[in-house]
């Protein structure tokens, strides 16, 4: 039989079909009818003079064939997006990448007025930004999936490259009760309302370890996002310890308070900027972050 040119649609089929081992559930997944799916591997299998499956009743498994040939389908799908990208970024005046992993509590405050600056003095420089838990950027740039990661902890991997970038004071905030702003001081803020914990990756543990010392009594509530622990503070839910550039604009606003601290000396907040191969486009932008992220 004359080999023809594989057709993108049916290697994307194969894959799938190889992950659920199932043309029902791969059909739903890709928008598909089952005879769609169907006649996708019978064309690739034909193409490849090659049975991928074994079909058995309404099961279907790969066969030999099947899983030697999986890697390179895999690996000809991600080189076609990868050409797809560049040339969609190419398009768009683009002709250099920059990938930042990036824990969730930077991306939502000093991130964004950072990247503003550095995009317009960069204008050829397209900026990708994954948001990922704390605990996983180290793995994101050891795998290579990111250039550049900022996070507020240290990693445990020991193959790439780690840097404080940023200090800052964390502060003991609480709500804005009219009237009484004066009589706000730090035991009355933890006797009278609960302490939201753990919405920041580091200093947590130690923290409330020392808090309890001094205030045993001390109510709790785990809240694993600053965004919303901010809320909660604002509606009188509680008081929290935060990074300082989290909730400047609030303080200024008067929409959170700053609690002066009594017995409780507040930890502060690093910022860790993350590199495995240091790329000119992230050795420019930790260039930039150096002199731009003091003002925060």
Not at 95 to 100: F, P
Not at 154 to 177: A, F, S
Request: proline share 5%; charged share 25%.
């Amino acid at each position: 039989m004359e080999r023809t040119d594989m057709d993108m649609k049916w290697l994307k089929t194969f894959i799938i079909a190889a992950k659920y081992e199932n043309f029902r559930k791969t059909s739903e997944e890709l928008f598909l009818t089952q005879p769609a799916v169907t006649k996708h591997i019978k064309r690739l299998e034909e193409n490849l003079n090659s049975q991928l499956f074994d079909r058995v009743g309404k099961n279907i498994a790969l066969t030999p064939a099947g899983h030697y040939f999986l890697p390179y389908a895999k690996e000809m799908i991600a080189a076609y997006e990868r050409g797809l990208e560049d040339f969609e970024s190419w398009k768009q005046g683009f002709n250099r990448k920059l990938i930042i992993a990036t824990a969730p509590q930077i991306a939502s405050s000093v991130l964004p007025s950072i990247l503003r600056s550095f995009t317009e003095i960069n204008p050829d420089i397209e900026v990708l930004i994954n948001i990922v838990n704390s605990y996983e950027i180290g793995d994101e740039i050891s795998a290579g999936r990111a250039d550049l990661g900022l996070t507020r902890i240290k990693p445990i991997q020991t193959n790439i490259n780690c840097q404080i970038i940023h200090e800052e004071p964390v502060l003991l905030v609480g709500p804005c009760i009219p009237n009484q702003e004066s009589k706000y001081d730090e035991m009355r803020a933890l006797q009278k309302f609960r302490l939201i914990t753990h919405n920041h990756p580091d200093y947590w543990d130690d923290l409330l370890n020392t808090i309890k010392r001094y205030y045993p009594t001390v109510r709790t509530m785990k809240v694993n996002q600053i965004e919303i622990t901010k809320q909660f503070i604002e509606q009188g839910l509680g008081v929290s310890y935060l990074p300082a550039s989290m909730v400047k604009n609030e303080i200024k606003m008067k929409r959170l308070l700053e609690i002066k601290p009594d017995k409780i000396k507040p930890p502060s907040s690093s910022t860790y900027v993350l590199t495995k191969v240091v790329t000119n486009e992230a050795n420019e932008f930790i260039g930039f972050l150096k002199k731009t992220i003091l003002k925060y």
